[in-house]
């Protein structure tokens, strides 16, 4: 089991230390919003993540609680990964992130109705959302690309 090495108490640090590279939000951004829950899902994202850095942030993420994994039922040598409740609770955090992105980043690649529903509802998209992750019903961001 990995270790989380902590710099210190102050809880930007704490966050910092967990998800503070460039890879492990984009994991959690696959996981909550685009419904990847698969090592090679993962692999296939935009982004390109080497192998090793990925098993590497999926193991550190697992040892801070925010995500857990099992075997697939279908297919017993496959690994499916999800969000703990933990995990789930970046929900609002990640919405900020993606309206600061979506406001300063002229090229950004957000669905336009997913931003709007972000600045204007965005309460009712948490519930969504969370829903979604909790098995409720399911919610992809990609399903709302159409409308850039």
Same mark, same amino acid.
């Given at each position: 089991?990995?270790?989380?090495?902590?710099?210190?108490?102050?809880?930007?640090?704490?966050?910092?230390?967990?998800?503070?590279?460039?890879?492990? !939000? +984009?994991? $959690?951004?696959?996981?909550?919003?685009?419904?990847?829950?698969?090592? /090679?899902?993962?692999?296939?994202?935009? =982004? #390109?993540?080497?192998?090793?850095?990925?098993?590497?942030?999926?193991?550190?993420?697992?040892?801070?609680?925010?995500?857990?994994?099992?075997?697939?039922?279908?297919?017993?040598?496959?690994?499916?990964?999800?969000?703990?409740?933990?995990?789930?609770?970046?929900?609002?955090? !990640? +919405?900020? $992130?993606?309206?600061?992105?979506?406001?300063?980043?002229?090229?950004? /690649?957000?669905?336009?109705?997913?931003? =709007? #529903?972000?600045?204007?509802?965005?309460?009712?998209?948490?519930?969504?959302?969370?829903?979604?992750?909790?098995?409720?019903?399911?919610?992809?961001?990609?399903?709302?690309?159409?409308?850039?």
């Amino acid at each position: 089991m990995k270790k989380i090495k902590r710099r210190s108490d102050c809880p930007i640090s704490y966050a910092l230390d967990i998800f503070g590279d460039k890879w492990t !939000l +984009l994991i $959690i951004r696959d996981l909550m919003f685009e419904g990847k829950r698969t090592y /090679g899902e993962f692999l296939n994202s935009d =982004e #390109k993540i080497a192998t090793n850095i990925l098993a590497d942030r999926l193991e550190t993420l697992q040892c801070a609680g925010l995500i857990k994994s099992e075997t697939d039922k279908q297919k017993k040598s496959r690994i499916i990964y999800s969000l703990t409740h933990k995990g789930i609770d970046l929900v609002p955090v !990640l +919405l900020e $992130i993606v309206k600061w992105s979506a406001k300063y980043d002229l090229k950004t /690649g957000a669905p336009k109705q997913f931003v =709007e #529903k972000i600045k204007n509802d965005k309460e009712n998209l948490m519930n969504e959302i969370t829903a979604g992750l909790k098995g409720e019903n399911k919610f992809y961001v990609r399903s709302q690309k159409t409308n850039k």
